[in-house]
Nanobody, 126 residues
């Protein structure tokens, strides 16, 4: 089992920045990838970014590319999402996800979502 806890959400003005953190605990040695999703009321959870746990591979949703950066610190079992140039449409609950099954290259979905955090609210005011 892997336990994920997000932090770093909050209220920011448009154009501002936030850094989200995700702390992983438990069987982290079994992980292949981690990432971030976001969800607004009435909509499906949306992929934002993912990072491979043991290699320098990252992917981003088109909406995040060029503004968001995902990174990891394996020694601390942490994954981060640096969000710059935030827009009101980035307002959502952001969830950290982790996979202990390697689906990175199967092309069906960005992450399997074997584990999820509880989410952290990001609100961008216009």
């Amino acid at each position: 089992q892997v336990h994920l806890v997000e932090s770093g959400g909050g209220l920011v003005e448009a154009g501002g920045s936030l850094r989200l953190s995700c702390a992983a605990s438990g069987r982290t040695a079994s992980l292949y990838a981690m990432g971030w999703f976001r969800q607004t009321p009435g909509k499906d959870r949306e992929f934002v970014a993912r990072i491979r746990w043991s290699a320098d591979r990252t992917d981003y949703a088109a909406s995040a590319l060029g503004r968001f950066t995902i990174s990891r610190d394996n020694a601390k079992n942490m994954v981060y999402l640096q969000m710059n140039s935030l827009k009101p449409e980035d307002t959502a609950v952001y969830y950290c996800a982790a996979d202990d099954i390697d689906t990175w290259y199967d092309g069906t979905k960005p992450l399997n979502g074997d584990y999820w955090g509880q989410g952290t609210q990001v609100t961008v005011s216009s």
